[in-house]
Every structure is written in structure tokens, then in C-alpha cells.
């Protein structure tokens, strides 16, 4: 089975349980795919899964990558730590709603276009309960700590599903966390069942 999942900084290849980043389709044989990058136009031999997925929800503009990650969780909190943080609440299978925000590497770009003086190497063992002492540890603790407190008001003690990109790093801050970082080809997976049978 061959699935693409393309994103607004990356197409993701998914292949025999091996997944790769790549920079085209393969159209030579089948495959299915989800599209959220407007530049991403010619889809040869591909079949578009947005339209089959049937996820209860009365959020309006849901982006199909966000669908297909909630899409295999039937209750819990789905992070997808990228290029953006969305972070969705299931409940007994129903999409509560979400919220979208900047991903780390964006906090950092916007903190570095107001001074050059905001400029940092981004600290991925940054400790969130020790107030930082010099604007190093400062800038990395907000961009941090600000997510954390998002995904910990909203999740309310469900079980965290992250994905993405950033996603290793953010489940290690909560205990009761997944690391699942394939959800969104999961999601694609399921709704592929569904449709064949």
C-alpha cells in the first residue's frame, strides 16, 4: 500500500510500514493521498481520500491532515507537533474541537525577525519547571512552556497522541502520553478498510 501525505513544508511517503520524506509521486503504480499544500496539483494514478472520511465534528475548515490523525482515536488528545501545533479533543468518538498555533521552528523565527538580540539555538532539554536565568533559556521556555500549558488545559487527563515532527519531544513533558508518529497514515489506513470493504 502506497500513501502520501502531503503537508504544507513536507510530502511524506508511506510504503510497507517504512515511511520517507520525499519531493514527488511515484506515478507509476496506485497510491492514495491526503493534500493540504495548494502547490501540490498533479495527483497521476492517485485517489484522493479526503472525501471518504466521515469524522463527527461540527468544526468548520478542519484541514484533512488534522481529520486523518483524529480519524483512528476514538477518545484523547491529538498533537500534531509540526511546522504548526494543532492540537484536537475526541470524545467517544466525536471531534470536541481544537485549536492551531505556531511549531517551535516558527517561534523561533518570529522571535529572531523583532532582534537579532531574540536569536537562539533551540534547546530541546529545555526543563519547564526551573525559571530560566539568562535570555537563552528565557526565549526557549516561553516557546516551550506556552504550548505545554495549551496541550495540558485542553487535554484535562485524556491520553496525548503526538505526531509530527516535534512530536518526541513534546510527549516526553506528559506522563500520559504516545508517541505515535504515524497517526495521520493510521487515520488513512482506516479509512482505506473502510471504503474496500
Not at 486523518?68 to 470536541?96: E, F, N, P, Q
Not at 487527563?157 to 516526553?172: E, H, T
Amino acid at each position: 500500500m502506497l500513501l502520501y501525505d502531503c503537508g504544507n513544508t513536507n510530502i511524506k511517503c508511506y510504503e510497507n510500514g517504512k515511511v520517507t520524506h520525499v519531493d514527488d509521486f511515484d506515478a507509476q503504480k496506485p497510491f492514495y493521498y491526503i493534500n493540504v499544500n495548494p502547490k501540490i496539483k498533479d495527483f497521476k494514478n492517485g485517489i484522493d481520500l479526503a472525501p471518504y472520511f466521515q469524522l463527527k465534528s461540527n468544526y468548520k475548515g478542519m484541514g484533512i491532515d488534522r481529520v486523518a490523525a483524529c480519524y483512528s482515536i476514538r477518545d484523547g488528545a491529538i498533537v500534531d507537533a509540526g511546522s504548526a501545533i494543532t492540537v484536537d479533543v475526541m470524545s467517544d468518538g466525536l471531534h470536541k474541537g481544537g485549536f492551531i498555533m505556531p511549531g517551535i521552528g516558527a517561534y523561533h523565527d518570529s522571535l529572531a525577525n523583532i532582534s537579532t538580540a531574540l536569536k537562539f539555538d533551540i534547546d530541546y532539554e529545555i526543563d519547564l519547571e526551573i525559571l530560566p536565568q539568562n535570555t537563552h533559556e528565557a526565549l526557549n521556555f516561553a516557546t516551550f512552556k506556552s504550548a505545554f500549558l495549551m496541550i495540558k488545559e485542553v487535554s484535562q487527563k485524556k491520553k496525548i497522541y503526538f505526531c509530527g515532527g516535534d512530536a518526541n519531544l513534546f510527549s516526553r513533558y506528559f506522563e500520559n502520553s504516545v508517541y505515535q508518529k504515524d497517526l495521520v497514515f493510521e487515520g488513512m489506513k482506516k479509512v482505506i478498510m473502510e471504503i474496500e470493504c
